[in-house]
């Protein structure tokens, strides 16, 4: 189950903070490179951004296949169990 974060909140990808996706849902990366996806540990991510802001957190995000550091996306890779 793949989603876009816009569409789980209702706005726009610039203007979504870590703070408005609920504790419960999987955060992955996606590389712009090599479209390689995984998820990453949320709680170290929101240590090291001290911009809330996705757009400016997923500056944090490295690819582990290919080692790229810019213009990835955060996107929506499940939920939680129960």
């Known amino acids: 189950m793949e989603m876009e974060c816009s569409a789980l909140v209702g706005k726009a990808y610039y203007e979504i903070k870590l703070d408005d996706i609920a504790e419960w849902w999987v955060l992955g990366g996606r590389c712009a490179c090599c479209s390689h996806k995984g998820p990453f540990d949320r709680a170290r991510l929101e240590r090291r ?33 129960r």
Not at 57 to 81: E, V, W
């Open 49 to 81: 951004a001290q911009i809330r802001f996705l757009r400016f957190a997923s500056d944090f995000l490295r690819c582990t296949q290919c080692g790229n550091k810019h213009h990835n996306r955060i996107y929506i890779a499940g939920k939680m169990p």
